[in-house]
């Protein structure tokens, strides 16, 4: 997806129409996220407004309950004993009456000795006078006496208005003053816990307001980075949807596959690409099938074929099937029958050095392009793709594009593939293209089971593998070798050409189409690296390893996996 959405980015910048679309389509989504941006950021405007509406009525009612006790506190600076100014202070007037620390709840003071001794002379002269019969009028109560009130409100009942009236009566001036500060004390506290309420609930309210505020903010930033990822989504939900239906991609177990179909357009582009710079004869060989002057009647197979259309023979068996359409089904062509039959093996290497710089990628992209040339040449033509590291698989184009880079460089295994393959092969023309970057270092032994290390014996095992598959009629056998530091790649890959009578070409792996596409046009090797040895099949025969001299040699041959 990331390659295709490159791809889309990369063709939009030349392309108008594909860039108006992709425009449209973009303001399309942008609308229906603003939307939905657009709907939390209400919900949180109507929470916002929710909660400075609730902050609104408790601070008004807040000011209602100080307002009250302002006016009960002018009320309470006229308190008399004979009246309330304000029947709301009865509660504050019973409480302050029954506070323990009242002087008219303190118990007397003790009397003192001479007070006791007045008492005393009292009594006598009151036991005398009553005693003589002589009696005075019942003193009045004095003025400030004190009166206990604090158990009255404390155990199981409260003072009354009325009780409270005659409560105050028996106070003193001086009581009736510590009363009313008691009241405007107690008024003054109820007023302060009201205000601090306030103004905690009014910082309450503002810290949420800031809470609110910010998550606010924190959803829209939020809001946002998931419509821009909305809107990539989209578009790649919209590219997958539509590969998806052209047969691009398929979906298994949750994950997008390349399809077959995407890699022969890739095959047929890279076909196209490497064709810009072959020669005019060479591409011209690739317009369409051999030319034979004899042509059958058939049905469609190819889109390609669309050019040999029968247009009569096609709207008849379109309009008796009820169709007012062509289709496969109803489209008839002139089809050359060519007399030449095809076969060809594509062999490369997948070892592991081929990991190296853009060596598999350069190979898989010209044995690409090879496939859909030799396809487009002779439709009928059968092509096995052999992909060999240790082990040696025939692929298909899908499995071709997707191989991972394995062990070691298993020739000998790939040359008797390529035999098991050709020789029962009915094919007129059969051609085998290897593709490698270094030496044969791995052999199958007898038991099936596969060894590296013994570059010797590997060699003499691709050598026997070479005369195994020149016995093949007709074969013709060209090896591509990647360019290396090490001339003895060459110098191997030269014996194995020899021996098989083919064709060798030395390249850079950003050539290697190239040399593809003019070998099996019939043309000569382009590039060639020049080697310092002999190149007859006596003077390149590598030293054999019985004796120490030729041990010592092999020390600097590297094994290409």
């Not at 009780?163 to 106070?171: H, Y």
């Not at 056998?477 to 191997?492: D, G, N, R, T, V």
């Not at 593809?516 to 090797?525: F, I, K």
Request: net charge positive.
């Amino acid at each position: 997806m990331d390659g295709a959405r490159r791809l889309l980015a990369e063709t939009a910048g030349h392309d108008e129409e594909l860039k108006r679309r992709l425009a449209v389509l973009r303001e399309q989504l942008r609308r229906q996220i603003a939307r939905d941006v657009s709907r939390v950021q209400g919900e949180f405007d109507r929470r916002f407004d929710e909660l400075a509406a609730v902050g609104r009525d408790e601070q008004a009612a807040i000011a209602a309950e100080v307002a009250a006790l302002e006016a009960r506190l002018r009320a309470a600076r006229e308190l008399r004993t004979n009246r309330f100014a304000d029947i709301g202070l009865l509660e504050e007037v019973q409480a302050a009456l029954g506070a323990s620390d009242a002087s008219w709840n303190r118990p007397p003071p003790r009397p003192g000795v001479l007070a006791r001794l007045r008492a005393f002379f009292a009594r006598i002269a009151g036991w005398f006078a009553r005693l003589f019969g002589r009696r005075k009028a019942a003193p009045t109560r004095p003025e400030g006496r004190p009166v206990t009130f604090a158990a009255v409100g404390v155990g199981t009942r409260s003072l009354g208005a009325s009780e409270i009236g005659d409560a105050l009566a028996r106070l003193s001036s001086g009581q009736i003053e510590e009363l009313e500060t008691n009241v405007r004390r107690s008024l003054q506290a109820k007023e302060r816990d009201l205000r601090r309420e306030a103004e905690e609930k009014r910082r309450g309210a503002d810290a949420q307001q800031r809470a609110l505020e910010a998550e606010r903010q924190a959803a829209r930033e939020r809001a946002q980075k998931e419509s821009e990822q909305r809107l990539k989504a989209a578009e790649e939900q919209r590219l997958k949807r539509e590969l998806t239906e052209r047969g691009l991609v398929a979906e298994r177990e949750g994950r997008l596959q390349v399809t077959y179909g995407l890699v022969e357009r890739f095959a047929r582009l890279v076909l196209e690409e490497e064709s810009r710079t072959l020669p005019g004869d060479v591409r011209l060989s690739y317009q369409g099938p051999a030319s034979t002057g004899v042509y059958e009647k058939a049905r469609i197979r190819q889109s390609e074929e669309v050019a040999h259309l029968d247009l009569p023979s096609s709207l008849l068996a379109a309009r008796m099937e009820g169709s007012r359409h062509l289709d496969e089904r109803t489209s008839y062509i002139y089809r050359e029958i060519t007399s030449e039959r095809v076969h060809v093996v594509l062999a490369f290497d997948k070892s592991g050095s081929m990991a190296e710089g853009e060596k598999l990628p350069a190979a898989k992209k010209a044995l690409l392009a090879l496939y859909i040339a030799v396809r487009k040449r002779h439709p009928d033509a059968i092509i096995d793709v052999v992909a060999f590291d240790n082990d040696v698989r025939v692929l298909d184009l899908l499995e071709l594009w997707e191989c991972p880079p394995g062990a070691f460089t298993n020739t000998a295994e790939a040359l008797h593939t390529a035999h098991l393959l050709l020789r029962a092969s009915r094919a007129t023309r059969k051609e085998v293209y290897l593709v490698t970057d270094g030496l044969p270092e791995a052999y199958t032994g007898a038991d099936g089971r596969v060894r590296s290390g013994n570059l010797d014996t590997a060699m003499d095992r691709a050598l026997q593998r070479a005369t195994e598959l020149a016995t093949v009629p007709g074969v013709k056998f060209s090896m591509i070798l990647l360019k290396s530091e090490h001339p003895e790649y060459e110098l191997a890959a030269r014996r194995i050409t020899q021996t098989l009578g083919g064709e060798l070409v030395v390249t850079e792996p950003a050539r290697l189409g190239v040399e593809l596409l003019v070998r099996w046009a019939r043309g000569t090797e382009s590039t060639r690296r020049p080697v310092t040895a002999p190149a007859t099949p006596t003077a390149t025969v590598a030293p054999a390893a019985r004796g120490p001299r030729g041990r010592r040699r092999k020390v600097d041959r590297r094994m290409g996996g």
